[in-house]
């Protein structure tokens, strides 16, 4: 069952955030339709059910995620920092209770949908409009590159990906091309052979591949026995 907030303690006192930015976003993060784009991907992610673990209410994810991305921090870094600071307890409504778990806050952000983000990002423009903060002609967007783990870019690989791109589109035509216009193999998938040449380019050109090392050493055997008979 979702939680949407926690109820705000009576003894429970914080001191007012200085940051004028996170200022501003404490009443556009209160918007109800904002808040209720953000409710529904998470609706389908709890169950009905009372039992079991109680759920972290959706405001406190909801603003946890918002304050991650405006400081750009971990998701670690973002538990470690809301646990330590009462302004920021206060800012994301968790107050005296548990801080969620960083392994959780990434789970939970992953049910959002990029159909709800860019929902959420025309409301924020519609509220801007609303309120005369920008007559919404033009909108900049950060669009940096983020480094992440992904394969050198070899003539072998794009290769393969140039034969398995289209061996999937001469697989989707086969059934318009008429027979008789249809050569025999036309339509047949070359991505496992291409593969598996791009493995073998693969091995022959390490440095450290037994048989570059062994023809290395030939040829540095014939050039000592042509100065030996030279000499």
């Excluded at 955030?17 to 992610?45: G, M, T, V, Y």
Aim: glycine share 2%; proline share 6%; charged share 30%.
């Amino acid at each position: 069952m979702i939680i949407e907030r926690y109820e705000h303690p009576v003894d429970f006192t914080a001191p007012t955030l200085s940051n004028p930015i996170l200022q501003e976003l404490d009443w556009i993060l209160d918007d109800p339709k904002l808040f209720a784009l953000f409710c529904h991907d998470l609706k389908r992610h709890y169950k009905t059910t009372r039992a079991g673990r109680r759920p972290i209410p959706a405001e406190v994810t909801y603003r946890m995620i918002f304050l991650r991305r405006r400081k750009q921090w971990s998701y670690r870094q973002t538990e470690e920092e809301v646990h330590d600071s009462p302004g920021y307890r206060a800012w994301v409504r968790v107050y005296d209770h548990a801080v969620p778990d960083y392994s959780t806050l990434n789970d939970l952000e992953r049910l959002i949908r990029p159909q709800t983000l860019h929902q959420m990002n025309d409301r924020v423009i519609q509220l801007a409009a609303d309120y005369r903060m920008t007559q919404g002609y033009r909108l900049r967007v950060d669009s940096s590159v983020t480094e992440t783990n992904i394969h050198f870019p070899t003539d072998s690989s794009l290769l393969v990906d140039g034969v398995r791109v289209l061996s999937r589109y001469l697989e989707r035509a086969e059934p318009v091309i008429p027979t008789r216009l249809r050569p025999q193999g036309m339509c047949t998938n070359h991505t496992r052979s291409a593969r598996r040449r791009a493995r073998q380019i693969a091995q022959l050109s390490r440095p450290g591949d037994k048989r570059v090392k062994k023809s290395r050493t030939v040829d540095t055997k014939k050039k000592l026995e042509n100065k030996r008979i030279v000499n």
